[in-house]
């Protein structure tokens, strides 16, 4: 077992990991200069590909205790609290809605500048970190992260995750050391669901395959039933939007879908945390608080507003996926390519579509999802960014 048996198909990206991780324990251990380890990192590479499992990962291998094997056993407890999350020296922070919020990042910053409460390093992971861009320049928290990047503290490590060196800042890229992730052969995400989640081998197949080797959405499909029944209705809108009343009829049930799918991840965490605070501020509920008290449940209510927010939209996001993904096998088949269908348990439907179109139809199809998906994160309203994109399959 070792804190890297979960990055599939990510071999090359490993050993320089690991060597970056030996190189570390050199500089904590004043043995050797340390030349393979840097202070900034940017993880890279296309969704699913496991930029955040590489970055947790290396974050362990950094803490890591155990001397007598490589850096990164999956054992010690400093190995197991960095994985879990609860590693006192190692901060994971995601977007609370659309983007990264400033006074989050300076938060941070503030948090790198001290020394680890350990004998190692103090980490700090920025998911999703092509969010640091705001809607105007003064807002950008990635100003606050500059700094800190460029004279960065002894013992800190920033590991900034996007899926490309493009969609992060040039003025924060050209101080990461890029590390480059690759999307792994679907045989080896089956393998992986397979020892890991304990999942038949031939759901693991279908899954990885269906997924188009994103690890996680593969382990969604392989695992919940709901997941794949939504799937399932989401592949049939290619056949039927046949005219302007399906269309928006299909665009309100993604949207809905989406919206229901959210609240009944949030509620019951948002429920919680209103009453954790309330009691917290000295009441079980809100009434007779306080103006202080009462203002700071407002601020909680709008944070967990962005957060529905971004959670409906990447479940948006994940169906516009699973159309780009039948379109592309639609246009496999169209030009009678070799390449293996994602989506072969509805390979009659892919048929039917295929040829009733041509190649070019295909394409603008496909730009037309990915337009709405760019459209959903300029923050264009979910139904009408829906509505655009159905009439424009039809």
């Known amino acids: 077992m070792s804190v890297w048996d979960d990055l599939v198909g990510q071999e090359r990206v490993v050993d320089q990991l690991r060597a970056s991780a030996a190189a570390a324990r050199e500089v904590v251990s004043g043995t050797g200069p340390g030349l393979g380890m840097t202070h900034a990192w940017v993880f890279t590479g296309p969704p699913g590909s496991g930029r955040s499992t590489a970055a947790r990962a290396f974050a362990a291998a950094l803490q890591c205790t155990d001397e007598t094997v490589a850096a990164g056993c999956g054992e010690c407890h400093a190995c197991l609290t960095s994985l879990g999350g609860t590693n006192p020296d190692v901060e994971l922070v995601r977007p609370p809605g659309l983007h990264h919020l400033t006074d989050d990042i300076r938060h941070l910053v503030r948090r790198a500048a001290l020394s680890p409460s350990g004998a190692r390093w103090q980490v700090v992971i920025i998911e999703d970190a092509d969010r640091l861009e705001g809607p105007d320049l003064a807002w950008r928290p990635a100003n606050s992260l500059l700094k800190a990047i460029e004279e960065p503290s002894p013992r800190t490590v920033w590991i900034l995750c996007a899926p490309s060196l493009e969609d992060v800042l040039p003025t924060i890229r050209s101080r990461c050391r890029p590390i480059v992730l690759r999307t792994p052969p679907p045989e080896e995400v089956a393998e992986v669901l397979v020892r890991r989640d304990g999942v038949d081998r031939a759901m693991a197949s279908f899954a990885a395959r269906a997924a188009q080797s994103h690890v996680g959405r593969a382990r969604r499909l392989a695992t919940d039933e709901a997941s794949r029944l939504r799937r399932a209705e989401i592949l049939k809108i290619p056949n039927q939007i046949v005219n302007v009343g399906a269309c928006l009829t299909a665009a309100a049930n993604l949207v809905d879908a989406a919206e229901e799918e959210s609240g009944a991840a949030t509620s019951a965490r948002d429920s919680a945390e209103h009453d ?40 948006l996001d994940l169906a516009l996926l699973e159309l780009v993904a039948y379109y592309r096998d639609v246009l496999v088949i169209q030009l009678e390519s070799r390449v293996p269908l994602a989506n072969v348990d509805v390979e009659s439907a892919l048929l039917a579509t295929a040829r009733g179109s041509h190649a070019d139809r295909t394409l603008e199809r496909i730009e037309a999802i990915l337009a709405c998906r760019e459209a959903l994160a300029s923050n264009v309203a979910p139904l009408l960014a829906a509505e655009a994109m159905t009439l424009a399959l039809r």
Not at 279 to 299: I, N, P
Request: charged share 30%.
């Open 276 to 315: 954790q605070l309330s009691v917290a501020l000295g009441q079980g509920s809100s009434k007779g608080l306080d103006a202080g008290s009462r203002a700071q449940l407002k601020d909680l209510e709008k944070q967990q507003k962005r957060r529905a927010t971004r959670t409906q939209r990447d479940i």
